[in-house]
């Protein structure tokens, strides 16, 4: 580990500690040479299932990609930063454990739009018009039209 100060690789490790998740550890380190200190974080490395697209090609499984994709969905509405960080790692997670070497995109896709759902219907409309590639206003409006008749039913 180079020191973020002097670029020294020798360094010795004060504190660790394990993450509320207990999947990172946290180390306090020291530089051996300017003797300024520094964290590190440690994650498992992670071996995630290939993701299949619609039209065939194949890319990693990337947390990044669908935490930028439902921000986007959810900006300017009541959904925490980390209620969407938690469910992005869940969800790698599920992946990973399932042990598949390929998952399908659309898997991906509708486990964000059902929480996406349970969370809030503005961000659910939001993310299941450029999901679901409505091609007209009417395919729009027959999928609000199910959300509002869902919503009278729950309001019973």
Not at 86 to 98: A, H, I, M
Not at 100 to 123: P, Q
Not at 134 to 150: H, Q, V
Request: charged share 40%; glycine share 4%.
């Amino acid at each position: 580990m180079k020191c973020p100060f002097c670029g020294e690789i020798r360094n010795k490790v004060i504190d660790s500690r394990l993450s509320k998740d207990s999947r990172t550890i946290r180390r306090r380190r020291e530089c051996l040479n300017c003797q300024k200190r520094f964290t590190t974080y440690e994650k498992v490395e992670a071996v995630l299932p290939m993701v299949v697209k619609k039209d065939g090609r194949r890319e990693p499984f990337n947390h990044e990609k669908i935490r930028v994709g439902i921000h986007k969905a959810c900006q300017k509405r009541p959904i925490s930063i980390n209620d969407i960080d938690d469910f992005v790692d869940s969800l790698g997670q599920l992946f990973q454990e399932r042990g598949h070497r390929e998952i399908n995109s659309s898997d991906i896709g509708e486990r964000v739009i059902e929480r996406l759902k349970e969370w809030d219907d503005v961000a659910y409309v939001r993310f299941a018009s450029v999901y679901r590639q409505f091609k007209d206003i009417n395919e729009f409006m027959t999928e609000l039209k199910e959300l509002l008749d869902e919503r009278r039913g729950e309001d019973k």
